[in-house]
């Protein structure tokens, strides 16, 4: 404090005017937050007459009066001052005070005193939900009042008041005894608590809210883990009320009564539910109490449904019935898988304070985990209805479960904060089994992807398949495309480098008549071009002959050139298609007679010609203004060549082949380097033991071996 000493600040606390009295609460808020200050105050006496102000002032003096208690208490200090009547006259303010202010400032009173149960000078021993409760009991409101003050405007109001009740919650989990904290919780969910919380992590209000939601979202986490590890026991009344529930709830005398009206009981009492055997608590195991959690809200809130859902599957062969207990304890799992509700509770506090982008920030929130019951039911709807598309039996019951797995990551898990529980529970309805297959599939190539070292994986595609596929992964197959790619490039770029023979003007035989694809072979070449690529693959050097030579004219011999550089394209009327056999369907024309040139196919090299007495930086500069020519025209006179050719040009340009036939060359080039790399495969990369091989005795060359089913036969 810079004007006012502490002891004249304790001084005026205890003023005769209102006035004084509220200025010095008001400046003693700011300042007790210092733990040195806050020692002086007490050794001063101001602890006392805070206490006084806090029972019997009113309007602003009470709320300045309740935050400096509170910030007291959060320094630890000043519990031998919270009395009974403090704490029922701050429960009263909650229930009654209409001011903002001083409910915020009551709230954070009430929480620092459950938060910190083990300060309690008065009453050693006794917890702060313990504390609390002979208060909250004669103002039955103060709970309801708490969900209520979740839905106000004030942002500060609604997290002090979630902060209260996850401090209530935490406590009531820590230190209660068993059978109170369960009927507290159930108490806080038929108030509204988990609706109010759900449109506050879908609000824009959240960054204000981050941290009293993020421990509530983690409270919810505890809550699931403490009913996952209590084990069902029969001996237990509620666990058995639960069992009994759901074998009444089955209808179960309507199957077993016969003509004389006597009942019979079932022999698959429960099996008939869908459990493995007669003895269904042992089930549980896995999921412990929340699973049977689950499945009694399933059959409840739809036991129409449930019976419905019974006498259909009854109505099945035994081994092509949905087992529905199993498959709810399923879900059950995958759900507590998805949400990860295993993790530290610290885990959601440290990605708070962690959190720097708003992508990040938005998925720190599982608002979806708050409706966890109604995730379940329409999970294990989702279930059902694949097992009957897939008509489905027993031993398909892990690959219809990874399936569900696979919808509750796709719809759960890539739902955005803001969407509605309703719209997600449709998705998981209607979502379309196809792409459900397809996102199978996309997930298995990731996760066999490195099963098999470096070069392959191991993966069965389809659940039909009774052998397994070898299928090269996603990064192996890129890896031979290329190579075979650029073998191929190698090899069509040698092509230019040889050089070859190009026919160019065409003259008609002697015999008369017109031009036509009957008289075609008539026409002979008047002269040939050869063209080569230059040995520093820049130019492409070519001259016209008159004939074509026996030997190929040497490279000085060619006196025109093409700069490379100044290509602009290679444009040609071969088709990308495979070649036919038909002549009529080929682009190019087979010769009948040697020597006879084809004119049908053209491959025409276009680029810009740079202007005279210019450097060639300023034709560099200047290509936007200028339009192309024709630079070189070229008529192969076979397909191969047409390929060679033209693949080779735009390979050289670095431009992606087109002609069939290359194509298909870099597959088969790609098909043996898998071939080779199968070679580098071993039994034990994929889990399988080298099989002992069988005797040949009495075997002729027909014999085979399956490796896929470890057979022998002829």
Known sequence: MESLSVPELVERLSSDEESVRKMAVFKLQNAIGDPSFADIFIQEGGLPKLRFLALHSTGNTLAYCLTSLSRLLELDKGWDHVTDDLIKRIVELVVA???????????SVLAAIVGHPSHRNSQPGVTGFQRLKPAVDSHPQFLPSLVEKMTSADHALCANSLQLINSLMRDAIANDADFEWPRFIKQLQELGVIKSVYGLMQSSAIQDLAHPLLEFQSLTKVLLRKWREEKVDLEKADHRRAIRGLHAASNPDQPGTDPRGSKKQNPAKWRRLGFDTESPAWEFD????????????????????????????????????????????????????????????????????????????????????????????????????????????????????????????QIVGQAPRTKEIKDVEEELVEFDIQRLRELQMELLELTYEDAWGHHLRYICPCPQLTTAALTINRQVRDELNHEALQFVKEQRIRCLLQGAWFPQAMNYGTEAGPVTSKTLSRTVPSSWRFVRLSHNRRYLHYADFEEKTATEPRLDALQEKIDLSIVSSVVSNVSASAPSTSSSDSTLTTLREPGHASTSTKITIHGYLPAPNHSRQTSDASKSTQKESVLLQLYPQSHTLASEWLDGLLMLLNQQPITADTNKLINLIGGYGLKIRLLNVRFEDVGMEEPVLPSREGLDDDYYYDIGGMEAGV
């Open 97 to 107: 005070q209409p001011l903002v202010n001083v409910n915020r400032g009551a709230m």
């Open 286 to 409: 896995a999921t412990g109490f929340l699973g049977l959690m689950d499945l009694t809200d399933f059959v409840y809130k739809n036991e129409d449904g449930f019976q419905k859902l019974l006498l259909e599957q009854s109505a099945e062969p035994l081994d092509q019935r949905c087992p529905i207990a199993r498959a709810s304890l399923a879900v059950t799992s995958i759900l507590y898988e998805h949400f990860e509700v295993d993790k530290p509770d610290e885990t959601e506090s440290h990605r708070y304070t962690a959190l720097e982008s708003r992508t990040n920030f938005d998925r720190a929130f599982k608002p979806l985990l708050l409706h966890w019951s109604r995730l379940h039911t329409s999970g294990l709807n989702a279930f059902i209805r694949l097992w009957k598309a897939a008509g489905a039996q027993l031993e398909d019951f892990e690959k219809i479960e990874e399936l569900v797995r696979i919808l509750i990551e």
